[in-house]
């Protein structure tokens, strides 16, 4: 393994005294965009809480439920490229304000819901109104961030993600006994709308631009990146055929679409397999659910963060993000697959709950992964890596409810989960980092 000094030198940490007079601007976005990250998931995940309540109100079978969640992630994948574009091309201050804006209103409307078809319409506006958040959300960590912070950055991120993720199936089920699923909904949706004023009127695409940054925190934001600070106005036309004709990108493509196709059974019907499958009340289904989840948000932080070290300690990019890569899926898949054999419900979760720690190790370092892939063009590359989690999740729902009525249990599922997970971290060995689109 070949040790780059140069590049260890980069992902050291600079030196507490510089840190101390520095303004601490990029905390604030990093703030910011944690609590995005947990609206998203917190939108996302209170739908799992609520299906039973739902099917029930609105008599859909569990195929159809199914379809309900996937449709999301269809509309999803549709608009990810042509929005995360759309942020490197006129930054992510316009495009983020707009898009956790018009999310917020289709969880409101989700709760407006009298039908089906109404339902299903209202899913797919939801996930087109979200696609591109989380490219958007990294390329503006990429503006604030140094190349040596990148994945302990995206890992806090994500950690939002999924604590909002972790909170959702517990708080949907207190809200739902207390003011029913449609007002559950509403009150969701408000909360977005409180953060768009605040984000717009904070946020600046530029650094330089923001007047509680001094020239201190600008020389420790651009020390590292000068070159993926630019302006859309300043950057060349998008290079689409050096991005789609790159075999490394369309690996980390396959790479994620195995990543979601387990994760969306903790956000889509991990709540009713406990109670189908295990027996669980409503409510206690509701904490368990949470379990996972939470165990993500420590694997998100813990991922980042290991990665930058090892990268500091060993100076080589490529091994560094792979050996996370690698390891977190394949313990994911061990989890997953004793999961299905689990004799209570206990075990079953806290099987799952080692599953999605694993996987969440991996999820910064994907990330951080991709914005060195694409470098300038970070939000275009996310988007072409995160259509293939939109593209798996919406499979991912359908698989689980056409598996679990055709052998009587969601146990087929988790196996099928732990086989794809075995697949993704075998992708891991043909990723590299150090080869960006730009080559």
Partial sequence: MARDPELAAKFRKISPTNHMVATTGRHWVLLMLFLAAMLTYLDRVCLSAAAPAMSKDLHLTPIQMGYVFGIFNLAYALFEIPMSWQGDRTGQRKLLTRIVACWSIFTVLTGLARSYTA?????????????????????????????????????????????????????????????????????FGTIGVIWCVLFSRWYRDDPADHPSVNSLELAIIRGETSSQILLPSQQEATPWYRILSSRNLWT???????????????????????????????????????????SGALGCLLGGALSDWLVSVTGNLEWSRRSIGLGGFLLAAAGFGLAAAAHNSLTAVLLLALSAGAHDLTLPVAWATCLDIGGRH??????????????????????????????????????????????????????????????
């Fill in 378 to 439: 970070g939000g275009t590359t996310g988007g072409i890596m995160n259509m293939a989690s939109c593209l798996s999740a919406m499979l991912s729902p359908v698989s689980a409810a056409w598996l679990s009525t055709k052998f009587g249990s969601f146990n087929s599922m988790l196996v099928v989960v732990a086989a794809t997970y075995v697949v993704g971290g075998l992708l891991w060995l043909y990723i590299d980092p150090a080869r960006p689109v730009s080559d």
């Fill in 252 to 294: 980390l493509f396959a790479m994620y679409f195995c990543s979601a196709f387990g994760f969306q059974f903790f956000v889509t019907w991990l709540p009713t397999f406990l109670i189908k499958d295990h027996g669980l009340s409503f409510e206690r289904s509701g904490l368990y659910s949470a379990i996972p989840l939470a």
């Fill in 119 to 187: 339902l299903l319409a209202i899913r797919f506006g939801f996930g087109a109104a979200e696609s591109g958040a989380f490219p958007t959300m990294s390329r503006a960590l990429a503006r604030w961030f140094p190349a040596s912070d990148r994945a302990k950055a995206t890992g806090v991120m994500w950690t939002g993600a999924r604590l909002g993720g972790a909170a959702a199936p517990a708080l949907a089920v207190l809200l739902i006994q207390g003011i029913g699923w449609r007002t559950m909904f509403a009150s």
